[in-house]
C-alpha cells in the first residue's frame, strides 16, 4: 500500500473510533439524562423528604461563604444514612443501635396481629442491669402493649445463665414470674454453654444472642447495646431450632 493511503487509511481509523467513543458518550449522557429525572420523580413520602433535604441543604450552602459546622453535620449524617440504606438495599441487613431502639417503631412496625407475628428473644441473665435499665425497660412495656393489642400473637423469651448465682438474682425470678402469668408470655431456662452448643449444631453463629421477630426478621446482637436486624432466607432453620 502507498504511503499515502495507508495514512489516509490511518487517519479514517482514527475519525472511525473517535467518531463511536463521542456516540458512545453521547448515548451515556442521554442515558443519565433520562435517569435523573426517574430517580427525583416524587413518587412517595420518602421521595418527598429527599427533596425537602436537597432543597434546605442547598440554602444552607448558600447562606455560607465556606463550609462550617452545618454543612460537615449534615453531609456526615446523609453518609451514615446513605451507607445503612445501600447495605439494606444490596445486604438485607439494617443496622440498629441504641438511640434506634428508643424510637421503638422500627423494630416494632415488623410486627401486624398476624399468626406468624410471634416475638422470640433471648436474654442473658448477666446482662439484668441492662434489661432492667431504662432504655430495655421501655422496649419491654411497648413490646407489652402490642401484646395486649394483639399485634403481637406471644413473646417466647429464652433465658441463659453462666451460674447459679444469676438464677438467684431477684430480677430474674420477678421476669420468670412475669412470664408465667401474663396472659401470651412463656419462657424457658437453659445453660449458656448448653445453648452455644446447640446454636453450633444449627450451624448459627452469633457474637452474643439473638431472637426471631416473627417469620420474617431475625435481631443479632453484636455486643450489649448494638443490634442487627436481618431479613433471613435461614428462618425456617431457626424457628425448627427454636421448637426444641
Known amino acids: 500500500m502507498p504511503r499515502s493511503e ?3 487509511f490511518a487517519i479514517l481509523i482514527w475519525i472511525l473510533l473517535t467518531s463511536s467513543e463521542a456516540l458512545y458518550k ?3 449522557d442521554t442515558e443519565a439524562e433520562k435517569r435523573e429525572p426517574v430517580l427525583w420523580n416524587i413518587q412517595n413520602e420518602f421521595d418527598t423528604r429527599l427533596s425537602n433535604i436537597r432543597e434546605a ?6 447562606d455560607r461563604i465556606t463550609p462550617d459546622l452545618f454543612c460537615s453535620f449534615f453531609t456526615e449524617r446523609v453518609a451514615e444514612l446513605e451507607k445503612s440504606i445501600v447495605e439494606a438495599a444490596n445486604e438485607g441487613k439494617l443496622r440498629l443501635d441504641r438511640s434506634h431502639v428508643i424510637s421503638f ?6 410486627f401486624n396481629g398476624e399468626p406468624k407475628d410471634i416475638f422470640r428473644a433471648i436474654h442473658l441473665l448477666e446482662d439484668n442491669d441492662r434489661f432492667f435499665g431504662i432504655y430495655a ?3 419491654f412495656y411497648r413490646v407489652y402493649d402490642h401484646v395486649k393489642e394483639k399485634k403481637i400473637k406471644a413473646v417466647k423469651r429464652l433465658m441463659l445463665y453462666r451460674n447459679e448465682v444469676e438464677l438467684q438474682d431477684p430480677r430474674s425470678s420477678k421476669l420468670m414470674r412475669f412470664h408465667s402469668v401474663t396472659p401470651g408470655y412463656s419462657y424457658k431456662v437453659m ?3 448448653s445453648f452455644r452448643s446447640l446454636v453450633r449444631d444449627y450451624r448459627l453463629e452469633f457474637k452474643r444472642d ?7 426478621y431475625m435481631y443479632m446482637a453484636q455486643n ?3 443490634v442487627t436486624a436481618v431479613k433471613t432466607s435461614r428462618r425456617k432453620r431457626l424457628n425448627k431450632w427454636w421448637q426444641r
Open 210 to 216: 439473638f431472637g426471631i421477630y416473627g417469620n420474617k
Open 57 to 62: 441543604h442547598r440554602k444552607i450552602l448558600s
Open 137 to 139: 425497660k421501655e422496649y
Open 224 to 226: 450489649a447495646s448494638t
Open 26 to 28: 453521547i448515548n451515556e
Open 6 to 8: 495507508a495514512i489516509l
Open 191 to 193: 445453660d449458656e454453654d
Open 105 to 110: 417503631n422500627v423494630p416494632l412496625s415488623t
